[in-house]
């Protein structure tokens, strides 16, 4: 590929807040730098049905402060075929677009990553999910946003909690990665946070009742990520009730509650730095890559390392949490 003069946009995989933010700043950094813009909707399947729209820079007015994605998402099952890939490549070349943003989380760029090989086609993936378990970045898009709405939802918990003296498991979104479910019960006051990083290494239910967490108080708020190999908040429930039968224990599901809402000054400027890097990378050379924050300087991350699964947890988040919960 000699020149871009045109790219396409597409949000994949489930939506975040802040992907609004990335779409305006990718749309309006490409017009500025005299690139034609289109729009892709609904994730991969606008390559492959077609739902392709051409983008001005008034096609992104108004929505830094909203939610979700004016392109819409899917999780698109026909992108995982070479077939699928195949009618998208026809589509791009149809439409004269000479590269791609994505913005999406593991699985999206997981399918640009194959995309790109396949039709050594150039792509940029910008970090969107609300999980933050993509590796070679500090944060994601959207990851800001879910924790500020789980520390407000946890202290709205807490007075029950406290009013009726109970033990309360709260599940948070997160799939395989406690970053949300450890960050959020720091920032509010939970006891503690029970993530698959460390419960593949020790029973940390058994460890929390041995050291005593309800011996000096009365209520206890505890944080646990969806995918945990326990079973999450429902059956960590349940096996208290059986094995510690004088708690009053309850369950909270937060739910889609995480993905929603306007997101966060950080989350808009992240989102804004990062769709302006985009371009840059590209019209700079750059393949395949997603583009990252470490230690706020913007970076490269070849998807291939970017989708690695088991991002590290921070073992001082873990510490500070248990030094704090005494
Ligand atoms: O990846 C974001 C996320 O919200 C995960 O935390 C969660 O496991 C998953 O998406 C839920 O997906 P869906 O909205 O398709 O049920």
């Known amino acids: ?72 998402t899917a999780r698109c099952q026909e992108f995982q075929t070479v077939e699928g890939r195949q009618i998208a490549y026809e589509a791009l070349k149809r439409e004269n677009i000479d590269a791609l943003v994505v913005i999406g989380g593991d699985g999206s760029l997981t399918g640009a990553r194959i995309f790109a090989q396949e039709y050594n086609y150039p792509i940029v993936g910008l970090p969107g ?66 993530i698959p990083e460390i419960s593949i290494q020790q029973d940390q239910l058994a460890d929390l009742i041995s050291n005593g967490f309800r011996k000096s108080k009365n209520s206890s708020l505890v944080l646990v990520t969806e995918g945990d190999i326990t079973g999450g908040a429902m059956a960590m429930a349940e096996r208290v009730k059986i094995e510690y039968p004088q708690y009053d224990v309850r369950v909270t599901i937060l739910g889609h509650v995480q993905r929603g809402g306007s997101p966060t000054a950080n989350d808009r400027i992240l989102a804004s730095r990062m769709g302006a890097a985009a371009i840059d990378a590209l019209l700079d050379g750059q393949r395949n890559v ?37």
Do not use: W
């Not at 309006?28 to 991969?44: F, P």
């Not at 807490?158 to 599940?171: K, N």
């Not at 991350?301 to 873990?318: E, G, M």
């Open 1 to 72: 590929m000699d020149s871009i003069k045109c790219i396409g946009l597409l949000t994949s995989g489930g939506d975040a807040p802040g992907m609004n933010a990335a779409i305006r700043a990718v749309t309006r950094a490409a017009i500025y730098k005299g690139l034609e813009v289109k729009g892709i909707l609904r994730g991969y399947r606008g390559l492959i049905f077609d739902e392709i729209v051409p983008f001005q820079s008034n096609s992104v007015s108004n929505i830094i402060q909203q939610g979700g994605t004016i392109l819409k």
């Open 129 to 194: 999910t609300i999980d933050n378990d993509l590796q070679g970045t500090d944060l994601t898009i959207g990851y800001d946003t879910a924790l500020n709405t789980i520390m407000q939802a946890v202290d709205k918990i807490r007075d029950t909690a406290s009013s009726h003296e109970r033990l309360f498991f709260i599940e948070i979104m997160g799939r395989e990665c406690g970053n949300l479910a450890l960050n959020g019960a720091i920032a509010s006051g939970a006891e503690a946070a029970i």
């Open 290 to 326: 997603m583009i990252g924050i470490q230690n706020d300087v913007i970076v490269y991350v070849p998807f291939s390392k970017a989708i690695k699964k088991n991002k590290p947890i921070q073992q001082d988040l873990v510490d500070t949490l248990k030094i704090l919960s005494i």
